[in-house]
C-alpha cells in the first residue's frame, strides 16, 4: 500500500519521493499522496494506448507552476494539488 511506504520512509526522515510508473502513480493519486507532479509531453498523438492515469475516482485539481519547452519538442509541465475551498 501507498500509505505503508511513505510511512516506512518517513521514519527513516525521508519526505520528498520520487513516484514513476503508471500504475504505481495511479495508486499515489488515488490515495492522495501526490502533492507535485511533472508531466513530460512528448509531441506526437498517439492513436491508441494505455491511457497516463487511467480511470480515477475523482477529478485531482491541478495548478500549473511552470512549463518548459525543449529543442526537440518536449514540454515539461510542473503541477501542484490545488485545495479546493469547502
Given at each position: 500500500m501507498p500509505q505503508d511506504v511513505v510511512v516506512q520512509l518517513s521514519a527513516r526522515g525521508l519526505h520528498h519521493l520520487y513516484i514513476d510508473g503508471g500504475a504505481t502513480v495511479r495508486r499515489f493519486l488515488r490515495a492522495g499522496l501526490i502533492d507535485?507532479?511533472?508531466?513530460?509531453?512528448?509531441?506526437?498523438l498517439i492513436g491508441?494506448?494505455?491511457p497516463l492515469f487511467g480511470a480515477l475516482e475523482r477529478d485531482i485539481p491541478l495548478m500549473l507552476l511552470t512549463s518548459r519547452s525543449f529543442p526537440g519538442g518536449?514540454?515539461?509541465s510542473e503541477y501542484v494539488r490545488r485545495v479546493l475551498a469547502q
Open positions: 507535485r507532479l511533472i508531466v513530460m509531453h512528448v509531441p506526437a491508441q494506448g494505455i518536449l514540454v515539461q
